[in-house]
């Protein structure tokens, strides 16, 4: 026996069982709904170049200064677990020449994301997203079905969300207010904390986002930055708006959100829950990246979506998914008796009608308990004189009623009774 025991790492959790249930249900109706909304799903590599991120995501956060799992190859690349996904996108626009496709390119993607930060509720260091994103054309109607589509996410999940929105400008009007929220910072600077007065040096943008209270007091006399838009970016953040009340999709207006990553330009938004106001994901324009990444000048947007977040709102809204429907429960006895289970099991199988079944035990009772545990609605029981008479016994298991068909006909049987 070896005398250690392993644990899963800190911020790491195992999936399964009800859990797993929660999570299927999730990425199912996230794959549906993107599809509809005629985005279609990218896979990229866990990890990528260190630079890649650096480049994107911004020197001055909190996710390249603290959280970054980083590491050095033995041929010596600097390679990093993927912290987000709107990076590797873009990369991958950028490497298969997806301009030449007709645009905008649409993607949706579902899996593991990586942050070394402070274990917390809510918070781990591995977590999962789905996220989308429109490249290739500049248009608030992009920005606007980006959100509708994730609200029809959330809307098929019963999960009532709020999204937050703001616009952040672009080149034009952002260094204007930057310097004129610098100054205003400046003048505060006592009341802020002590990170805050870092950032105030490396971007004023990323104090607004701070959670801290003394900031936030502070925050609350700031410029705002859509009282600073230029004429274009006014234009476009009015668009998106209409078009989002002519869907008649709720939002709120919040002058104060800038998402905490650098790359972000124009609409910006996060997603809450209505009631505890749980933060579930965010996204935006950011029209910069595929030229800051090495591409051609191309507008994008995007979102994503945490799903560990989002089960633990449907499980604070009491919103249960839905167990598999499996209804049927096949019991055997006797040596000929579990051949022929086997082969029936996968008649079902090729039915498309989903069997429960204890081939690895022998007695019927601790096989009629595992039928009775798990609801099954049937069981079948084939014994030793079923199968010399070609036979099996369908048992209902509400009322205890049983009675006895051919054995050819059991699927056909079982499938009119569903
Ligand atoms: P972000 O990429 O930081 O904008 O995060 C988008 C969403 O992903 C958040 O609103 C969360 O739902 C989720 N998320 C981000 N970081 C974590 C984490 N460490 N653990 C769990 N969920 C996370």
């Not at 996060?270 to 191309?298: Q, S």
């Not at 209902?396 to 009675?403: D, S």
């Amino acid at each position: 026996m070896a005398d250690q025991s392993f644990q899963k790492p800190t911020g790491t959790q195992d999936i399964h069982g009800r859990y797993q249930d929660y999570f299927w249900k999730i990425e199912k109706v996230s794959r549906a709904v993107s599809k509809q909304y005629n985005f279609e799903e990218i896979q990229t590599p866990l990890f990528e170049n260190e630079e890649l991120f650096i480049r994107s995501v911004g020197e001055a956060t909190d996710i390249i200064q603290k959280e970054m799992y980083s590491f050095e190859t033995k041929g010596g690349d600097k390679l990093v677990l993927r912290p987000e996904g709107t990076a590797s996108v873009v990369r991958s626009y950028i490497e298969n020449d997806f301009y030449k496709k007709p645009q905008p390119v649409k993607f949706y993607y579902i899996g593991p994301f990586f942050r070394y930060e402070r274990p917390q509720r809510g918070r781990y260091r591995q977590f999962h997203q789905f996220g989308l994103e429109i490249l290739g054309v500049k248009s608030a109607a992009l920005d606007a079905q980006l959100i509708q589509a994730l609200r029809s996410i959330f809307k098929e999940l019963k999960l009532e969300v709020i999204f937050s929105i703001n616009s952040l400008g672009d080149e034009n009007c952002r260094p204007e207010y930057k310097k004129k929220l610098k100054k205003f910072l400046n003048k505060n600077k006592e009341d802020l904390c002590e990170d805050c007065q870092r950032r105030l040096k490396e971007n004023p943008l990323r104090v607004l986002d701070c959670k801290e209270e003394e900031c936030r007091k502070t925050i609350e006399n700031a410029p705002q930055i859509v009282d600073h838009l230029c004429k274009a970016c006014n234009k476009d953040f009015k668009e998106v708006l209409e078009l989002l009340d002519e869907l008649g999709l709720s939002y709120e207006l919040d002058p104060f959100l800038v998402r905490g990553l650098d790359y972000y330009t124009n609409t910006v938004f996060e997603i809450f829950t209505e009631k505890e106001k749980l933060a579930l994901g965010g996204g935006g324009r950011y029209d910069g990246l595929v030229e800051m990444l090495g591409g051609r000048e191309t507008p994008a947007c995007g979102g994503a979506v945490g799903i560990e977040r989002v089960i633990e709102a449907m499980k604070k809204a009491k919103i249960k998914p839905e167990k598999e429907d499996k209804r049927v429960f096949l019991a055997q006895l006797g040596d000929s008796a579990k051949k022929r289970a086997f082969r029936l099991f996968e008649e079902f199988r090729e039915a498309e009608i989903p069997v429960y079944e204890t081939m690895g035990r022998d007695s019927l009772k601790s096989q009629m308990a595992r039928a009775d545990k798990v609801g099954a609605e049937f069981t079948l029981i084939l014994g030793r004189q079923e199968c010399i008479k070609n036979e099996i016994i369908i048992r209902e298991m509400k009322t205890g009623k049983q009675e006895t068909v051919s054995l050819d006909k059991v699927v056909e049987e079982i499938k009119e009774r569903l």
